[in-house]
């Protein structure tokens, strides 16, 4: 079945460098992609989105890439600090629910 | 309040008991969803209330998952006969809108970690 899923289980990086999440979806009928950080014994917190007519979006330190042709997906975050270790999550909406990828564990060394 | 609240943060429940898990909303919110967290999985969706309606339960995994909001507010998600496969986090997420699709700034809550033993 269509889903959302990651290429890498965990990231791990110094302090500084430009960490780059990536994110594989099947369907092509999504219109808003949203990538979460989940720390642990937290809920999902939202980070950025973009809709399905754009190609890049930034924010604070992050920029989210979304290639349609090969139906993928990228979270950069520059400057990682160590208070970027998480899980990231890449979801995708259709209609009333989204649908959450397994998540990329992000570990940042000082 | 200032954000989700659930309820309890830790349930510990023997097969075939009956559990409720709590949701307060933030103030306000008119939607409202839950998902089940597997360890080590994405959150995965239930249901979903806009108001006091329940208008879409196509997640819920079998008949003895039942939600409710009754007043619009807080809500209940109970598991009749819990199984161990229903261990899991179960998140709760508010939205402001209205809309029937889920806003993509839903906030979510800490999550009720239920273990079934």
């Known amino acids: 079945g269509e889903n959302v899923g990651l290429h890498l289980p965990t990231l791990s990086v110094q302090e500084g460098d430009n960490s780059i999440i990536n994110c594989a979806y099947s369907?092509?009928?999504?219109?808003?992609f949203i990538w979460y950080k989940q720390e642990s014994g937290k809920g999902p917190q939202f980070i950025i989105d973009?809709?399905?007519?754009?190609d890049k979006r930034q924010g604070q330190r992050v920029t989210v890439l979304l290639n349609k042709t090969v139906k993928h997906l990228s979270l950069q975050i520059a400057a990682t600090q160590p208070g970027d270790s998480a899980v990231y999550f890449c979801?995708?909406?259709?209609?009333?629910?989204?649908?959450f990828g397994k998540g990329t564990m992000l570990l940042v060394s000082p | 309040g200032a954000g989700v609240s659930q309820s309890p943060r830790y349930k510990v429940a023997k097969r075939g008991q009956d559990v409720a898990l709590r949701c307060d909303p933030i103030?306000?919110?008119?939607?409202l969803f839950w998902y089940q967290q597997a360890l080590g999985q994405g959150p995965e969706f239930l249901t979903y209330?806009?108001?006091?309606?329940?208008?879409?339960k196509s997640g819920l995994p079998s008949d003895r998952f039942f939600a409710e909001r009754p007043e619009g507010s807080v809500s209940t998600l109970k598991i009749q006969r819990t199984q161990q496969e229903d261990s899991a986090v179960y998140l709760c997420?508010?939205?402001?809108?209205?809309?029937?699709?889920?806003?993509?700034?839903?906030?979510f809550g800490q999550g009720t970690r239920l273990t079934v033993v």
């Open positions: 103030s306000g919110h008119v939607s």
């Open positions: 973009i809709r399905s007519n754009m």
């Open positions: 209330f806009q108001n006091e309606a329940q208008l879409d």
């Open positions: 369907n092509s009928a999504s219109d808003y």
């Open positions: 979801a995708e909406r259709r209609y009333s629910t989204l649908t």
């Open positions: 997420a508010s939205s402001p809108n209205r809309t029937i699709k889920l806003n993509t700034e839903a906030f």
